[in-house]
């Protein structure tokens, strides 16, 4: 698949480990740690855009939503059983016979496939919602990457981008901590360099048509052993972007 924003070394090191994606004591533990504050962030967010009762059981039947760079589907799976038509997207073909292989046991009902956001973009399709969730860290141009997943969000539609901030507090905790000292996450998972400032984010995500809503911090709580939405932004964080109707 022909992408300027495909890094091939990033895809192959999640595809590596693409039969861990569902144990929650495994590899992507902390995934499963940080899903239940992601999720209702972006349950609720989207329900204040779209006008749904967020305490409904499908509240977003009717809304397509594109979980791209899905991995395993830990997002895309609850996305479906809150009503979205639920399209999860992910460059390296293992991850996405895993998200399948899961969906089709769970009986939830969405659809995978291997690729990326240029072809979806270069078939013209557009969605609701486009989560982006702890990707654009691992993508070789974050500007075309950015710029093709844009291209995708409907007028009047929500792109969620979770990534980690570029500051020293990062670098010590989300990567020198997080990888060499608690070994949550196996070594080489990410690379400083890649860090994302909020502010470049908003410069590109602006550049492409997208209006800056929210800049959420997301900050792991040691006394409840859970992330949490915090104040704090110098770490882990997630921004909600729209584009005008």
Known sequence: ?????????????????????????GKFAPLHK???????????TAAAQFGRDARALAPFNGLTLLDIGCGGGLLSEPMARLGFDVLGVD????????AAAHAAA????????????EELGREGRSFDVVLNMEVVEHVADLDAYLSACAQLVRPGGLMFVATINKTLKALALAKIGAEYVLGWLPRGTHDWSRFVAPQKLQ?????????????????????????KLAAD??????VVATRGG
């Open 1 to 25: 698949m022909q992408s300027f924003s495909v890094d091939e070394s990033e895809i192959a090191k999640f595809a590596a480990l693409a039969e861990e994606w569902w144990d929650p004591s």
């Open 34 to 44: 940080f899903n239940p504050v992601r999720l209702k962030f972006i349950r609720d």
């Open 91 to 98: 460059a390296s073909e293992k991850n996405v016979k895993t």
């Open 106 to 117: 769970a009986g939830t009902n969405l659809r995978y496939r291997a690729g990326t956001a």
């Open 203 to 227: 410069a590109i995500l602006a550049a492409n048509g997208l209006a800056m809503l929210k800049t959420q911090g997301v900050a792991f709580d040691p006394l409840s052993w859970a992330w």
């Open 233 to 238: 932004t110098h770490v882990n964080y997630m």
